[in-house]
């Protein structure tokens, strides 16, 4: 597997003497594969059952942990993700929201195009009257790196439909997902 070659030759240049890490590249090839499952797949497919409701007001999952790494520096982003919406009719099980945030998160990303997909996502896949996403982590490039700022957090947040420009539906939605 190329990962492998890579991260052998990588480990090497660091470790002139990396006789004891002789099976670290297979296990970092394995991390890779699982951490950037993300790529290709097909929305569709990870949201694939809807139920009938007359359910029309706010339904939110909130503090939905995900791990994602930078694509500037290659380094973790580990947060949490609040999502929610209005239904028209139809609704999706939160286990399902919480995959569309895994979807996203397991690539390399940036933090802000990262809560546009899943907003962008969720409307999409559902005929919603509004969407919400507001996300918030800690960057290892941050906290770790450069600046070392630890217990700095990252607050993005995306809106879709009527939400966009309702700024009492705006308020109640960042209210909920900050309550503890």
Same mark, same amino acid.
């Given at each position: =597997? /190329? ?11 660091? /470790? ?5 890490? !002789? ?8 991390? @890779?594969? *699982?951490?950037?499952?993300? &790529? ?7 949201? /694939?059952?809807? &139920? ?22 290659? +380094?973790? =982003? ?7 919406? +209005? ?12 995959? %569309? ?6 690539? =390399? ?6 809560? =546009? ?5 969720? !409307?999409?896949?559902? *005929? ?13 490039? %941050? ?16 809106? @879709? ?10 308020? !109640?939605?960042? !209210?909920? +997902?900050?309550?503890?």
């Amino acid at each position: =597997m /190329d990962i492998e070659r890579h991260i052998k030759s990588i480990i090497e240049q660091i /470790d002139p003497d990396s006789s004891r890490l !002789e099976k670290t590249p297979s296990r970092v090839a394995k991390v @890779c594969k *699982d951490s950037f499952s993300g &790529y290709g797949l097909d929305i569709s497919n990870v949201v /694939d059952k809807f &139920y009938d409701s007359p359910m029309d007001d706010l339904i939110i999952l909130k503090n939905i942990r995900f791990e994602s790494y930078c694509e500037h520096h290659l +380094v973790p =982003m580990i947060g949490t993700a609040s999502v929610g919406y +209005v239904p028209q009719g139809k609704i999706v099980g939160a286990s399902k929201l919480a995959r %569309i945030v895994d979807c996203f998160a397991r690539r =390399m990303q940036l933090q802000e195009r990262m809560t =546009m997909e899943i907003a962008h996502a969720l !409307e999409s896949v559902l *005929d919603v009257k509004w969407v919400g996403a507001y996300l918030e982590a800690e960057h290892f490039c %941050i906290s770790r790196r450069g600046v070392k700022k630890q217990e700095s957090k990252f607050v993005t947040r995306y809106f @879709c439909g009527t939400l966009k420009n309702d700024l009492n539906l705006r308020r !109640e939605f960042l !209210e909920s +997902v900050r309550e503890n």
